[in-house]
């Protein structure tokens, strides 16, 4: 069963960080590129940043560059994304993708 359990969610100031992680199980992990994507209050998903299967390579949304970097760790089945100088914009719930799954969600509020 392959599932996908975010954590490190919360409510930060504008300007902080939070570090999101993603456990992952029931699929070769390493076989396959990731994806954070994020749904605001109210809104539809949006695409936040991606990473393939070795790292190597990351991408990441306009408004995220700069601020976010996502990152793996395949010996521990891990996915991260470090988020600084977080705005209120970024409020949202962010789910880890890949492996033809996804997460249930962690809830990011950015507010002061």
């Known amino acids: 069963e392959v599932q996908l359990v975010e954590s490190g969610g919360g409510l930060v100031q504008p300007g902080g960080s939070l570090r999101l992680s993603c456990a992952v199980s029931g699929f070769t992990f390493d076989d396959y590129a990731m994806s954070w994507v994020r749904q605001a209050p109210g809104k539809g998903l949006e695409w936040v940043s991606g990473?393939?299967?070795?790292?190597?390579?990351?991408y990441y949304a306009e408004s995220m560059k700069g601020r976010f970097t996502i990152s793996r760790d395949n010996t521990k089945n891990t996915l991260h994304m470090q988020m600084n100088s977080l705005k209120s914009e970024d409020t949202a719930v962010y789910y880890c993708?890949?492996?033809?799954?996804w997460g249930q969600g962690t809830q990011v509020t950015v507010s002061s």
């Open positions: 990473i393939s299967w070795n790292g190597d390579i990351t």
């Open positions: 993708s890949g492996g033809n799954g």
